[in-house]
Protein backbone atom coordinates (compact mmCIF):
# COMPACT_ATOMS: atom_id res chain seq x y z
CA UNK A 1 0.00 0.00 0.00
CA UNK A 2 2.71 2.36 1.16
CA UNK A 3 4.69 1.29 -2.41
CA UNK A 4 1.29 1.93 -4.19
CA UNK A 5 1.09 5.80 -2.97
CA UNK A 6 4.49 6.42 -3.55
CA UNK A 7 4.04 5.71 -6.82
CA UNK A 8 0.71 7.63 -7.21
CA UNK A 9 2.76 10.24 -5.65
CA UNK A 10 5.59 10.06 -8.39
CA UNK A 11 3.10 10.07 -11.04
CA UNK A 12 1.60 13.14 -10.10
CA UNK A 13 4.77 14.93 -9.32
CA UNK A 14 5.81 14.07 -13.29
CA UNK A 15 2.54 15.17 -14.53
CA UNK A 16 2.99 18.47 -12.75
CA UNK A 17 6.51 18.83 -14.30
CA UNK A 18 4.77 17.95 -18.02
CA UNK A 19 1.90 20.36 -17.20
CA UNK A 20 3.66 23.37 -15.93
CA UNK A 21 6.46 22.92 -19.17
CA UNK A 22 3.84 22.54 -21.60
CA UNK A 23 2.04 25.54 -20.22
CA UNK A 24 5.17 27.72 -20.07
CA UNK A 25 5.96 26.75 -24.30
CA UNK A 26 2.43 27.58 -24.90
CA UNK A 27 2.18 30.29 -23.31
CA UNK A 28 5.72 31.60 -24.85
CA UNK A 29 4.40 30.38 -28.68
CA UNK A 30 1.08 31.99 -27.93
CA UNK A 31 2.62 35.60 -26.86
CA UNK A 32 4.11 35.71 -30.47
CA UNK A 33 0.74 36.02 -32.05
CA UNK A 34 -1.08 38.12 -28.92
CA UNK A 35 -1.37 41.31 -31.25
CA UNK A 36 -1.79 40.00 -34.48
CA UNK A 37 -5.61 40.55 -35.38
CA UNK A 38 -7.23 38.41 -37.91
CA UNK A 39 -10.68 39.01 -40.38
CA UNK A 40 -12.52 38.10 -38.53
CA UNK A 41 -12.02 39.63 -34.98
CA UNK A 42 -11.81 42.82 -36.36
CA UNK A 43 -15.25 42.37 -38.42
CA UNK A 44 -17.23 40.16 -35.55
CA UNK A 45 -15.80 40.08 -32.19
CA UNK A 46 -14.08 43.20 -31.72
CA UNK A 47 -17.44 45.04 -32.77
CA UNK A 48 -19.64 42.72 -30.54
CA UNK A 49 -17.28 43.61 -27.39
CA UNK A 50 -17.57 46.94 -28.08
CA UNK A 51 -21.16 46.76 -28.10
CA UNK A 52 -21.38 44.87 -24.93
CA UNK A 53 -18.47 47.38 -23.15
CA UNK A 54 -21.10 50.30 -24.34
CA UNK A 55 -24.76 48.52 -23.79
CA UNK A 56 -24.07 46.13 -21.07
CA UNK A 57 -23.72 42.96 -21.32
CA UNK A 58 -28.08 42.44 -21.42
CA UNK A 59 -28.45 45.43 -24.10
CA UNK A 60 -26.17 43.84 -26.10
CA UNK A 61 -28.12 41.26 -28.32
CA UNK A 62 -29.88 44.39 -29.85
CA UNK A 63 -26.49 45.16 -31.44
CA UNK A 64 -25.38 41.83 -32.96
CA UNK A 65 -26.63 42.08 -36.58
CA UNK A 66 -29.84 39.99 -37.51
CA UNK A 67 -28.95 37.04 -39.41
CA UNK A 68 -25.52 36.34 -37.89
CA UNK A 69 -25.23 32.44 -38.11
CA UNK A 70 -23.90 32.40 -34.46
CA UNK A 71 -26.08 32.04 -30.98
CA UNK A 72 -25.79 34.02 -28.51
CA UNK A 73 -23.76 32.06 -26.67
CA UNK A 74 -20.73 33.55 -27.04
CA UNK A 75 -21.74 37.19 -26.42
CA UNK A 76 -22.98 35.99 -22.78
CA UNK A 77 -19.29 35.04 -22.35
CA UNK A 78 -17.88 37.85 -23.97
CA UNK A 79 -19.95 40.12 -21.29
CA UNK A 80 -18.34 37.62 -18.12
CA UNK A 81 -14.72 37.99 -18.85
CA UNK A 82 -16.18 41.67 -19.62
CA UNK A 83 -16.86 41.79 -16.25
CA UNK A 84 -13.59 40.06 -14.86
CA UNK A 85 -11.54 42.38 -17.18
CA UNK A 86 -13.22 45.31 -18.12
CA UNK A 87 -10.30 47.36 -18.99
CA UNK A 88 -8.51 44.96 -20.55
CA UNK A 89 -7.30 45.10 -24.46
CA UNK A 90 -10.22 44.07 -26.69
CA UNK A 91 -7.97 41.89 -28.57
CA UNK A 92 -6.66 40.25 -25.60
CA UNK A 93 -9.92 39.91 -24.12
CA UNK A 94 -11.14 37.69 -26.64
CA UNK A 95 -7.83 35.51 -26.91
CA UNK A 96 -8.62 34.81 -22.84
CA UNK A 97 -11.40 33.65 -23.78
CA UNK A 98 -10.13 30.98 -25.76
CA UNK A 99 -7.21 30.18 -23.85
CA UNK A 100 -9.20 29.05 -21.02
CA UNK A 101 -11.38 26.83 -23.39
CA UNK A 102 -8.09 25.37 -24.32
CA UNK A 103 -7.48 24.52 -20.96
CA UNK A 104 -10.68 22.86 -20.07
CA UNK A 105 -10.62 21.04 -22.78
CA UNK A 106 -6.93 20.00 -22.04
CA UNK A 107 -8.86 18.53 -18.68
CA UNK A 108 -11.36 16.41 -20.62
CA UNK A 109 -8.53 15.33 -23.24
CA UNK A 110 -6.48 14.01 -19.85
CA UNK A 111 -9.89 12.04 -18.26
CA UNK A 112 -10.63 10.82 -22.12
CA UNK A 113 -7.50 9.00 -21.88
CA UNK A 114 -7.19 8.35 -18.48
CA UNK A 115 -10.82 6.07 -19.15
CA UNK A 116 -8.56 4.03 -21.72
CA UNK A 117 -5.55 3.24 -19.65
CA UNK A 118 -7.44 2.67 -16.36
CA UNK A 119 -5.90 -0.34 -16.25
CA UNK A 120 -2.51 1.10 -16.09
CA UNK A 121 -3.10 3.64 -13.99
CA UNK A 122 0.82 4.52 -13.59
CA UNK A 123 1.06 5.74 -17.62
CA UNK A 124 1.73 8.87 -18.51
CA UNK A 125 -0.58 9.00 -21.68
CA UNK A 126 -3.43 11.01 -20.29
CA UNK A 127 -0.63 13.52 -19.46
CA UNK A 128 0.77 13.99 -22.79
CA UNK A 129 -2.49 14.16 -24.54
CA UNK A 130 -3.50 16.99 -22.51
CA UNK A 131 0.57 18.60 -23.44
CA UNK A 132 -0.26 17.34 -26.79
CA UNK A 133 -4.21 19.22 -27.40
CA UNK A 134 -2.23 22.74 -25.21
CA UNK A 135 0.57 22.90 -27.97
CA UNK A 136 -1.53 21.38 -30.84
CA UNK A 137 -0.64 23.66 -33.82
CA UNK A 138 -4.15 23.82 -34.92
CA UNK A 139 -5.21 24.47 -31.65
CA UNK A 140 -2.88 27.53 -31.55
CA UNK A 141 -3.88 28.92 -35.01
CA UNK A 142 -7.56 28.54 -34.04
CA UNK A 143 -7.53 30.10 -30.54
CA UNK A 144 -4.28 32.65 -30.11
CA UNK A 145 -3.40 33.58 -33.53
CA UNK A 146 -7.02 33.93 -35.03
CA UNK A 147 -9.47 34.52 -31.66
CA UNK A 148 -11.77 31.81 -32.95
CA UNK A 149 -13.92 29.99 -30.19
CA UNK A 150 -14.40 26.65 -31.13
CA UNK A 151 -12.52 25.48 -28.74
CA UNK A 152 -15.29 25.78 -26.50
CA UNK A 153 -17.66 23.81 -28.90
CA UNK A 154 -14.88 21.28 -28.79
CA UNK A 155 -14.92 21.90 -24.73
CA UNK A 156 -18.19 20.61 -24.53
CA UNK A 157 -18.08 17.84 -26.94
CA UNK A 158 -15.20 16.42 -25.68
CA UNK A 159 -16.91 16.69 -22.24
CA UNK A 160 -19.84 14.91 -24.02
CA UNK A 161 -17.70 11.88 -24.82
CA UNK A 162 -16.28 11.72 -21.30
CA UNK A 163 -20.14 11.19 -19.73
CA UNK A 164 -20.92 8.97 -22.56
CA UNK A 165 -17.67 6.96 -21.49
CA UNK A 166 -18.99 6.61 -17.89
CA UNK A 167 -22.37 5.83 -18.46
CA UNK A 168 -24.02 9.44 -17.70
CA UNK A 169 -26.67 9.75 -20.67
CA UNK A 170 -27.84 12.94 -19.41
CA UNK A 171 -24.91 15.14 -18.35
CA UNK A 172 -23.72 13.89 -22.22
CA UNK A 173 -26.92 15.77 -23.52
CA UNK A 174 -26.17 18.82 -20.90
CA UNK A 175 -22.65 19.13 -22.87
CA UNK A 176 -24.40 18.30 -26.19
CA UNK A 177 -26.80 20.73 -26.01
CA UNK A 178 -24.22 23.54 -24.25
CA UNK A 179 -21.78 22.49 -27.36
CA UNK A 180 -24.57 23.39 -30.18
CA UNK A 181 -26.03 26.30 -28.27
CA UNK A 182 -22.08 27.30 -28.49
CA UNK A 183 -22.01 26.82 -31.94
CA UNK A 184 -23.73 24.57 -34.82
CA UNK A 185 -20.49 22.52 -35.71
CA UNK A 186 -21.79 20.36 -33.00
CA UNK A 187 -24.14 18.51 -35.19
CA UNK A 188 -21.06 17.03 -36.51
CA UNK A 189 -21.85 14.34 -34.03
CA UNK A 190 -25.44 14.14 -33.94
CA UNK A 191 -25.11 11.01 -35.95
CA UNK A 192 -22.14 9.61 -33.39
CA UNK A 193 -25.09 9.78 -30.56
CA UNK A 194 -28.01 8.57 -32.82
CA UNK A 195 -25.58 5.46 -32.92
CA UNK A 196 -25.51 4.83 -29.31
CA UNK A 197 -28.67 5.55 -29.24
CA UNK A 198 -29.97 2.49 -31.34
CA UNK A 199 -26.93 0.55 -29.15
CA UNK A 200 -29.08 1.63 -26.04
CA UNK A 201 -25.40 3.18 -25.02
CA UNK A 202 -27.56 6.12 -24.15
CA UNK A 203 -30.94 6.81 -22.71
CA UNK A 204 -33.65 7.89 -25.45
CA UNK A 205 -35.32 9.47 -22.75
CA UNK A 206 -32.69 12.20 -22.22
CA UNK A 207 -32.61 13.60 -25.83
CA UNK A 208 -35.13 16.81 -24.39
CA UNK A 209 -31.97 17.77 -22.64
CA UNK A 210 -30.78 19.23 -25.49
CA UNK A 211 -33.28 21.89 -27.31
CA UNK A 212 -33.75 22.50 -23.26
CA UNK A 213 -30.73 23.73 -22.98
CA UNK A 214 -30.49 25.71 -26.41
CA UNK A 215 -33.85 27.20 -25.37
CA UNK A 216 -32.25 28.12 -21.83
CA UNK A 217 -29.36 29.83 -23.79
CA UNK A 218 -31.65 31.82 -26.08
CA UNK A 219 -33.84 33.02 -23.38
CA UNK A 220 -31.99 35.97 -22.53
CA UNK A 221 -31.57 37.59 -25.68
CA UNK A 222 -35.16 36.82 -25.89
CA UNK A 223 -35.90 38.97 -23.36
CA UNK A 224 -34.10 41.73 -24.34
CA UNK A 225 -35.79 42.12 -27.74
CA UNK A 226 -34.53 39.33 -30.26
CA UNK A 227 -37.33 37.38 -32.37
CA UNK A 228 -37.34 33.75 -31.29
CA UNK A 229 -37.27 32.62 -34.43
CA UNK A 230 -34.08 34.69 -35.61
CA UNK A 231 -33.02 32.92 -32.51
CA UNK A 232 -34.06 29.15 -33.44
CA UNK A 233 -32.61 29.72 -37.01
CA UNK A 234 -29.52 31.24 -36.59
CA UNK A 235 -27.85 28.40 -37.99
CA UNK A 236 -29.82 27.96 -41.09
CA UNK A 237 -28.48 31.17 -42.56
CA UNK A 238 -26.69 31.16 -45.42
CA UNK A 239 -24.45 34.20 -45.63
CA UNK A 240 -22.85 33.55 -48.37
CA UNK A 241 -23.42 31.46 -51.39
CA UNK A 242 -20.75 29.33 -51.77
CA UNK A 243 -20.12 25.40 -51.46
CA UNK A 244 -16.77 25.89 -49.79
CA UNK A 245 -15.13 28.38 -47.49
CA UNK A 246 -11.90 27.51 -48.05
CA UNK A 247 -12.52 24.12 -46.67
CA UNK A 248 -10.68 21.22 -48.30
CA UNK A 249 -13.36 18.46 -48.98
CA UNK A 250 -15.01 17.86 -52.68
CA UNK A 251 -17.01 20.43 -52.96
CA UNK A 252 -13.91 22.93 -53.60
CA UNK A 253 -13.87 21.72 -56.72
CA UNK A 254 -16.99 22.82 -57.60
CA UNK A 255 -16.76 26.27 -55.85
CA UNK A 256 -14.02 26.92 -58.27
CA UNK A 257 -15.71 26.82 -61.13
CA UNK A 258 -17.64 29.38 -62.88
CA UNK A 259 -21.50 28.65 -61.90
CA UNK A 260 -20.05 28.42 -58.12
CA UNK A 261 -21.93 31.85 -58.15
CA UNK A 262 -24.87 31.29 -60.76
CA UNK A 263 -28.15 31.32 -59.50
CA UNK A 264 -28.67 27.91 -59.84
CA UNK A 265 -26.38 27.42 -56.63
CA UNK A 266 -28.85 26.51 -54.28
CA UNK A 267 -29.79 23.18 -56.24
CA UNK A 268 -26.01 22.30 -55.62
CA UNK A 269 -25.97 22.92 -52.30
CA UNK A 270 -29.55 20.82 -51.35
CA UNK A 271 -28.18 18.28 -53.58
CA UNK A 272 -24.93 17.82 -51.52
CA UNK A 273 -27.13 17.65 -48.35
CA UNK A 274 -29.12 14.84 -50.15
CA UNK A 275 -25.83 13.20 -50.35
CA UNK A 276 -24.27 14.13 -47.03
CA UNK A 277 -27.80 12.32 -45.47
CA UNK A 278 -27.59 9.34 -47.68
CA UNK A 279 -23.88 8.58 -46.26
CA UNK A 280 -24.75 9.60 -42.74
CA UNK A 281 -27.20 7.10 -42.67
CA UNK A 282 -24.93 4.11 -44.24
CA UNK A 283 -22.64 4.91 -41.53
CA UNK A 284 -25.31 4.56 -38.91
CA UNK A 285 -26.85 1.94 -40.51
CA UNK A 286 -23.12 -0.16 -40.34
CA UNK A 287 -23.09 0.34 -36.85
CA UNK A 288 -26.48 -0.56 -36.00
CA UNK A 289 -25.72 -3.81 -37.84
CA UNK A 290 -21.91 -4.45 -37.38
CA UNK A 291 -20.90 -2.53 -33.94
CA UNK A 292 -21.75 -5.73 -31.84
CA UNK A 293 -18.65 -4.43 -28.98
CA UNK A 294 -18.49 -3.34 -25.88
CA UNK A 295 -18.62 0.69 -25.88
CA UNK A 296 -15.06 0.78 -24.37
CA UNK A 297 -13.07 4.64 -24.85
CA UNK A 298 -11.34 3.86 -27.40
CA UNK A 299 -14.15 2.76 -29.90
CA UNK A 300 -15.90 5.78 -28.30
CA UNK A 301 -12.90 7.92 -29.60
CA UNK A 302 -12.40 6.44 -32.70
CA UNK A 303 -16.35 6.58 -33.81
CA UNK A 304 -16.40 10.17 -32.72
CA UNK A 305 -13.65 11.02 -34.44
CA UNK A 306 -15.06 9.21 -38.00
CA UNK A 307 -17.98 11.36 -37.59
CA UNK A 308 -15.98 14.29 -36.73
CA UNK A 309 -13.93 14.16 -40.13
CA UNK A 310 -16.42 12.60 -42.33
CA UNK A 311 -19.28 14.84 -41.62
CA UNK A 312 -17.42 18.58 -42.53
CA UNK A 313 -15.79 16.02 -45.55
CA UNK A 314 -19.29 15.37 -47.45
CA UNK A 315 -21.30 18.49 -46.44
CA UNK A 316 -21.78 21.89 -48.61
CA UNK A 317 -21.15 25.46 -46.59
CA UNK A 318 -18.40 23.98 -44.78
CA UNK A 319 -15.63 26.31 -43.46
CA UNK A 320 -11.62 26.21 -43.13
CA UNK A 321 -11.90 25.71 -39.94
CA UNK A 322 -14.24 22.58 -39.72
CA UNK A 323 -12.15 19.82 -39.25
CA UNK A 324 -10.98 20.95 -35.70
CA UNK A 325 -12.61 18.42 -33.90
CA UNK A 326 -11.68 15.80 -35.83
CA UNK A 327 -7.72 17.54 -35.48
CA UNK A 328 -8.26 17.03 -31.29
CA UNK A 329 -10.05 13.12 -31.45
CA UNK A 330 -7.00 11.57 -33.84
CA UNK A 331 -4.51 13.06 -31.40
CA UNK A 332 -6.43 11.90 -28.41
CA UNK A 333 -6.40 8.60 -30.60
CA UNK A 334 -2.85 8.72 -31.37
CA UNK A 335 -2.27 8.89 -27.25
CA UNK A 336 -4.33 5.78 -27.26
CA UNK A 337 -2.57 4.09 -29.88
CA UNK A 338 1.00 5.94 -30.44
CA UNK A 339 1.34 3.97 -33.74
CA UNK A 340 -1.57 5.98 -35.52
CA UNK A 341 0.85 8.85 -34.62
CA UNK A 342 0.49 9.55 -38.59
CA UNK A 343 -3.28 10.96 -38.31
CA UNK A 344 -2.81 13.74 -35.76
CA UNK A 345 0.01 14.89 -38.79
CA UNK A 346 -2.40 14.72 -41.70
CA UNK A 347 -5.34 16.63 -40.02
CA UNK A 348 -2.55 19.23 -38.35
CA UNK A 349 -1.21 19.65 -41.75
CA UNK A 350 -4.57 19.86 -43.65
CA UNK A 351 -5.91 22.79 -41.40
CA UNK A 352 -3.01 24.73 -41.04
CA UNK A 353 -3.26 24.81 -45.55
CA UNK A 354 -7.30 25.40 -44.91
CA UNK A 355 -6.29 28.51 -42.56
CA UNK A 356 -3.51 29.71 -44.55
CA UNK A 357 -6.04 29.81 -47.44
CA UNK A 358 -8.40 31.66 -45.80
CA UNK A 359 -7.46 35.61 -46.83
CA UNK A 360 -6.81 37.48 -43.32
CA UNK A 361 -6.58 34.63 -40.78
CA UNK A 362 -2.86 33.94 -40.55
CA UNK A 363 0.15 35.83 -40.53
CA UNK A 364 3.08 33.90 -41.93
CA UNK A 365 4.29 30.97 -39.70
CA UNK A 366 8.07 30.62 -38.93
CA UNK A 367 9.74 26.57 -40.01
CA UNK A 368 8.00 23.82 -40.67
CA UNK A 369 4.34 25.37 -40.07
CA UNK A 370 5.51 27.94 -42.76
CA UNK A 371 6.16 25.57 -45.03
CA UNK A 372 2.74 23.39 -44.43
CA UNK A 373 1.55 27.16 -44.81
CA UNK A 374 2.40 27.04 -48.55
CA UNK A 375 0.92 24.02 -49.59
CA UNK A 376 -2.25 24.32 -51.53
CA UNK A 377 -6.18 23.24 -50.93
CA UNK A 378 -5.26 20.51 -53.62
CA UNK A 379 -2.87 19.29 -51.07
CA UNK A 380 -4.73 19.51 -47.85
CA UNK A 381 -7.47 17.67 -50.07
CA UNK A 382 -5.39 14.94 -50.37
CA UNK A 383 -4.08 14.52 -46.87
CA UNK A 384 -7.92 15.19 -45.75
CA UNK A 385 -8.66 12.26 -48.36
CA UNK A 386 -6.10 10.08 -46.89
CA UNK A 387 -6.90 10.23 -43.24
CA UNK A 388 -10.47 9.94 -43.44
CA UNK A 389 -9.52 6.41 -45.41
CA UNK A 390 -6.99 5.69 -42.79
CA UNK A 391 -10.04 6.17 -40.07
CA UNK A 392 -12.54 4.03 -42.10
CA UNK A 393 -10.52 1.20 -42.08
CA UNK A 394 -9.80 1.61 -38.57
CA UNK A 395 -13.23 1.65 -37.58
CA UNK A 396 -13.68 -1.74 -39.87
CA UNK A 397 -11.20 -3.37 -38.43
CA UNK A 398 -11.59 -2.34 -34.69
CA UNK A 399 -15.43 -1.91 -35.14
CA UNK A 400 -17.13 -3.37 -37.59
CA UNK A 401 -14.93 -6.51 -38.26
CA UNK A 402 -16.50 -7.97 -35.43
CA UNK A 403 -20.19 -8.08 -36.24
CA UNK A 404 -18.81 -8.77 -40.17
CA UNK A 405 -17.45 -12.32 -38.56
CA UNK A 406 -20.32 -13.04 -36.08
CA UNK A 407 -22.49 -12.40 -39.34
CA UNK A 408 -20.82 -14.95 -41.23
CA UNK A 409 -20.71 -17.18 -38.57
CA UNK A 410 -24.10 -17.09 -38.29
CA UNK A 411 -24.64 -17.60 -42.36
CA UNK A 412 -22.22 -21.00 -41.60
CA UNK A 413 -24.37 -22.15 -39.09
CA UNK A 414 -27.39 -22.13 -40.68
CA UNK A 415 -25.74 -23.58 -44.13
CA UNK A 416 -26.36 -27.54 -44.81
CA UNK A 417 -24.10 -29.60 -43.85
CA UNK A 418 -21.89 -31.63 -45.88
CA UNK A 419 -21.58 -34.70 -44.27
CA UNK A 420 -24.10 -36.62 -42.37
CA UNK A 421 -24.85 -36.28 -38.38
CA UNK A 422 -24.45 -39.92 -37.32
CA UNK A 423 -25.16 -38.31 -33.41
CA UNK A 424 -27.70 -40.88 -31.74
Not at 50 to 60: E, P, S, T, W, Y
Request: aromatic share 14%; hydrophobic share 50%; glycine share 8%.
Amino acid sequence: MIGSEQGWREKRRRELIVFTGTLLVGLVLRAQYLDFSSWDTNLYFIPWLNVIRHDGILLAFRGIPAGTPNSPFYCYVLGLFNLVFPDLNALYLIKCITFCGEIVAARFAYLIVAMHYRDRPDSMAPCYAAAGLLLCPSVIANGSITGQCDIWTTMFLLGAIYAIMRRKSATAMLYGGLAYAYKGQAIFLVPYVGSLLLRRDLKWKTIWIVPAVYLAVCMPAWLEGRPMRELLTSYWYLWDMLLSFNIANPYMFIHMQPFAYSPDLPVYIRTGEIIAAVITGQIMLMNYRRWKGELTPFASVLMALLFACVMPYIMPLMHERYFFLADILSLLLACMRPRWFILPVLFQAASLTELANAPGMLPPLPGLAGWVQQLGLFTAFGLNTLAIGMVLWLCYRHIWNKGIKELRGAKGQNAPCETPDYTP
